[in-house]
Each structure stands twice: as C-alpha cells, then as structure tokens.
Nanobody, 115 residues
C-alpha cells in the first residue's frame, strides 16, 4: 500500500519558517521525482518545487530564494524548508511522487501565515 504522509504544517507569523516533511512507503522512493504542490482556498493547485531522483531541483517563481526542497533516499522522505513566509503562502501543501508508471498524492498539511 502506497502512503505519502505530510507533516510540519502550522500557523506561523509573516517572516517565519517552517519545514514540511513527506514520509513515503510502498514505493521505490529513489525512482520517483518528488514534488510539493499547494492549493489555497478557491485557487487551483500549483507546483511549488520538485526534485528529481538525481537531485535536480526546480522552483516556482514565488518560491525561489525562500524555499528549499530536499530528499533523503535512505529515509524515503522529501522535505520543504520554507523561510521568509508570507501571508500569500497560506495554503494546503501536498506531497507528490511521480514517475513514468504512476503518480501518488498525500492528503496535505495546512500552512497558515498570519499575524
């Protein structure tokens, strides 16, 4: 059974930091590109960042310079370090695992940036 379980979401003040984690099981983690998406109320889900199985990263313009995606293949876990958070970063953040054969999603973790 494939599971992607996000954690680390919280209420944080503007300018603060959070580290999201996505622990996976049931997949050959090192064969998947891992990504973080987010969805704010009444908006479409959007890509935040992804990291290939070879460690190549890509970021949305809104995330560049503030967010860092990383992966630990030994722990089957992907992370998203988020710094200098803004109110517009408020959203549910979802973990995604994808390769040519399959795509999987986690259930999300809520990030709220507010004073």
């Amino acid at each position: 059974q494939v599971q992607l379980v996000e954690s680390g979401g919280d209420l944080v003040q503007p300018g603060g930091s959070l580290r999201l984690s996505c622990a996976t099981s049931g997949i050959r983690f090192n064969t998947y590109t891992m990504a973080w998406y987010r969805q704010a109320p009444e908006k479409q889900r959007e890509l935040v960042a992804h990291i290939t199985n070879g460690g190549i990263t890509n970021y949305a313009e809104s995330a560049k310079g503030r967010f860092t995606i990383s992966r630990d293949n030994a722990k089957n876990t992907v992370y998203l370090q988020m710094n200098s958070l803004k109110p517009e970063d408020t959203a549910a953040y979802y973990c995604n695992a994808a390769n040519l054969r399959a795509t999987y999603w986690g259930k999300g973790t809520q990030v709220t940036v507010s004073s």
